[in-house]
DNA sequence: GAGTGGTCTAGACCACCAA
DNA sequence: TGGTGGTCTAGACCACTCA
């Protein structure tokens, strides 16, 4: 493992080397969602490199939301299906900061075909087949957003209503139980927009009320892309919560 | 250093503790930014700890981009002045990701009290005095965005009209130069809301178009709100970006 | 070449958790 | 009690920058 550490032309520090070796694992399936992965030392002696530099390795992924640490218990594979991170990319929050209700209400599920702006999106081969969910989620009652999510089929096959119904508003949750596809990170464009058509009649609104449109792209292990979403969301009494560093 | 190391019943690590002294430093103007602080080896044995100790309380300021550290060079205190990150919390960009050139016509400059709401947001004594602007930024010579600023009076004593102007842009590399007060983090709420009024007009809008709100509060060394800001912004060939990790 | 940050190792010991 | 992650140290050496 060592021989390459310094003397190559274009030089990677070893902790990386064996980030990739880990997620490579997490790709094979070697470790899911939820387990936990084998111990520092334990990778240590697997990699043939010191806890320290396995320890560097883990660090980043747990950074990045990959891992999770459980001081005296281990380390484990993050999952969108523990109670409290199910919505981790649910990012509206009511004014007041109370606690609300989510409600899921399927509207539709299609198989279609990819056009080229979406095969460039999802990086697939225009033409491909690609799965289109409608659906309205409710808070405490009232319907706020109306989501228009565009996934490939390949990796999803037998995807539909009622799958989408049962994951009872968390995709993402659904994706990985059903799937074994698990969302690391997404890209997030905001833009305001006017109400119209059947969005305006599903979330209640007027023609040309103002709709804050979150259109999404989401990836899963390598950066890959996995899910393209359109979501136009009600804000007179709810807003985007956002930090920046 | 080294004495209540574990031994202590509310253990802190200490690194932690570093990161407390090296930001101690910051707040009393010790290393301004754009300083470079003393090397980590100096740092160590000024604090008596090890290098790896101080590494780790670096490392934990440079990622949350108060310190920034540079191979073979040292390590320095963040700042807004640098070319290319003194548009730091600007998330705005043009759907076909061209670059823009920015543009920044000022409107008002006033003083007057903080109302309850605002003295919360910027813990303050409700009455105490403030500043308010309100400005008009462009890009490519198309009004995109209308800001209304508050700034507590005390730290910006003479702010005005013509440092704004001055500003080019950006109100924090102007509140860094001109009055030794950084920006570390910032809050942001955003929602969809309708023109109307002066904004409609500035921005050379109709009544009831929709317009990207963006309620913002910016923090100082030790977490201590100093700026409001609530930018209104044309979207319809421009987004907002965010990443979710 | 001197000085800085960056990587890697080896080892000791602490804090947390479960059985 | 044993296993896990977490902290801290000391030392060696590499990569980058600049005079």
Redesign the pocket.
């Known amino acids: 493992?060592?021989d390459k550490?310094?003397?190559?032309p274009s030089?990677k520090?070893?902790?990386?080397?064996i980030k990739v070796l880990i997620t490579q694992s997490l790709i094979g399936g070697e470790w899911r969602p939820g387990d936990m992965?084998?111990?520092?030392?334990?990778l240590a002696s697997r990699y043939?490199?010191?806890?320290?530099?396995v320890?560097?390795a883990?660090?980043a992924l747990a950074s990045e939301n990959i891992l999770i640490?459980?001081?005296?218990?281990?380390?484990f594979v993050a999952t969108h299906n523990a109670e409290g991170i199910k919505l981790r990319f649910l990012r509206l929050t009511s004014a007041d900061g109370q606690k609300e209700v989510l409600q899921n209400e399927f509207l539709s599920c299609t198989k279609g075909k990819a056009d080229s702006r979406m095969a460039l999106i999802l990086d697939l081969k225009a033409g491909a087949s690609i799965i289109e969910v409608k659906r309205l989620l409710s808070f405490s009652g009232r319907p706020l957003i109306y989501d228009h999510i565009v996934v490939p089929a390949s990796p999803f096959k037998g995807l539909n209503g009622a799958k989408v119904e049962e994951s009872n508003g968390s995709m993402y949750s659904m994706y990985e139980s059903q799937f074994g596809v698990r969302m690391i990170r997404a890209e997030e464009r905001l833009k305001a927009v006017a109400a119209s058509g059947e969005v305006a009649e599903a979330l209640g609104l007027k023609n040309h009320e103002p709709l804050l449109s979150i259109e999404r792209v989401s990836f899963t292990y390598g950066d890959k892309p996995m899910e393209w979403r359109l979501g136009l969301c009600v804000t007179d009494n709810h807003h985007y919560m956002n930090e920046l560093e």
């Open positions: 493992m060592n550490q310094y003397s190559s030089y520090p070893l902790y990386d080397q992965i084998p111990s520092e030392i334990e043939k490199v010191s806890q320290g530099t320890r560097k883990i660090d640490r459980r001081q005296g218990k281990g380390t």
